[in-house]
């Protein structure tokens, strides 16, 4: 195992990873075990089917935009970490800061993932489900520290190790959604008057609206909250800038549009599925869909496949927010061990997954977390680009000398306090504090920087752009010519039985399928479907890791 993560210098051209890697993380991790929080999380606020399909629409668009427009572009430029790059502009004064901030905020973020994936395997162990902010099992202790030490065991493999098991997941993960929907959805239909079946989509907008997305919530959830939440959901990722740390290692800045997977595949054909099954699962319990958890829901429209779908949704998020994390807290000292950090990390994160606080206010948690992070988003665009149209030298702290890039701190600390004031005065709602946010903290930073040293210059500054001009022309030529010499990414057929392999893995996903769809037209019962999807889904997985083995095999044999 490779452990260089280039942490403090740009990754190197031989490292790059072809377009697979960023397809199948971002539709792994955004398939996840928090995907059933939040689609029955809009199932009990109220929300309207028509909200819901269009706020998604749009708040998912944004969000592929500002990862295709501004992170994926300033990563593949500087090929630095987020904490790196951080560094360069604001200092180690800064990012010691914001390394806390942001490591903590995904350990708590990671944590709730790895709640989520527990929740699930306490059913077939009989644990009652933890609704308080504390543990009130020991049982569900012990399955927490089991799931905990697999994720950080993942992690701690590095960004390729994440990546291979995100793309042995994630077909599994996409489809497992769309079956439990299709299993919840005759048992909607049949306590649906007027309806006789689902025999075409005026039906299906029938049962959406009688039970589940009601329209109940007297229109303080409206599509505008929805396409925000959606926008905001992942706004330390894109907006915040720390999907650097996974995007620096793409061959193209176009790849950040593979966040298209996880927004429309994830956070919102799996959103909408999980309001389906959330409504499904409520009805044939009796309950509030409030009152259940990711795994009970998961368990009532999918059987024991179920569980595993909630375990492993929970393990492809939290994988890549403890690589982050770790990352974070790497960075305040360069002489500390990747890997070590990244086992701390998990322990800490482990110890925060048993105690289910943040579970219960999942949406609010990620509005917060994002926003907080947002204001360094922005100091980072304002410093990478906007500083050199204006005619300002970038890397002006560095190239002075500072310990701490105080226009970057007061640029933070005062959008902040600006967010804070028009929160809690009930001025606008969390999620649509992010505009007035970002635009604050890069208007102060542009004011303060210029005289603080940034409309100076420095003949050092012309020679450091100088080489980076001259390292990004080097990795292109090599990026070219392993282009030309290569047979293409797709051409690598692998190690002996690869070919057999995925043909079996593709069985099995159409196995799957077949079933989910049998029980959606009536020709199996949910019981027999429930009872049996597990059976292809090893199936898969068995095949998918021998495909996945036997590929990289051939490569490495090649």
Known sequence: MNNNEFERTPVTPERLQPARYFAANYAGEHVAGTEFVIGAMFVAWGVSTGDILWGLLWGNLLAVLTWGLICAPIAVSTRLTLYAYLEKIAGPGTIRVYSVVNGLLFCVLAGTMITVSASAVRIPFGIDPQTQWYPTSLSFIAVVLLVGAVVVYIAARGFRGVAQFAEVCAPWMILIFLLGALSMLPVLAGATDGIDGMGSLANLRVVADQWVWRGEGGGEITAWHVAAFAWICNLAMHGGLSDMTVLRYARRASYGYFSVLGMFIGHYAAWVFAGIMGAGAAMLLGATISAIDAGEVAYQALGTAGILAVIIAGWTTANPTIYRAGLAFQSLNPRWDRVRVT????????????????????????????????????????????????????????????????????????????????????????????????????????????????????????????????????????????????????????????????????????????????????????????????????????????????????????
């Open 343 to 558: 086992m701390v990390v998990g322990v800490v994160t482990t110890a925060i997954a048993c105690f289910p606080f943040v579970f219960s206010r999942l949406m609010d948690f990620v509005g917060i977390m994002g926003l907080v992070l947002s204001p360094i988003g922005a100091v980072i665009v304002t410093e990478h680009w906007i500083l050199p149209r204006l005619g300002m030298t970038r890397y002006w702290s560095h190239y002075r000398g500072q310990h701490t890039n105080w226009p970057a701190i007061a640029a933070w600390a005062g959008s902040l306090a600006l967010a804070a004031g028009l929160g809690f005065s009930g001025a606008l709602h969390l999620f649509f504090l992010l505009i007035p946010t970002w635009i604050t903290a890069t208007l102060v930073y542009l004011v303060l920087a210029g005289p603080a040293g940034a409309r100076q210059s420095f003949p050092v500054a012309v020679e450091a752009e100088t080489r980076e001009a001259q390292r990004q022309a080097d990795e292109r030529s090599w990026l070219e010519e392993s282009a030309r010499s290569a047979t293409g990414e797709g051409s690598v057929t692998g190690s002996s039985g690869f070919g057999v392999y995925r043909a079996l893995a593709l069985l099995g996903l159409a196995a799957c399928l077949a079933m989910g769809v049998a029980t959606f037209m009536g020709g199996m019962a949910l019981e027999t479907f429930r009872q049996w999807l597990i059976l292809p889904t090893v199936f898969y997985f068995v095949m998918a890791w021998l495909w996945m083995r036997a590929r990289e095999g051939g490569r490495e044999n090649g």
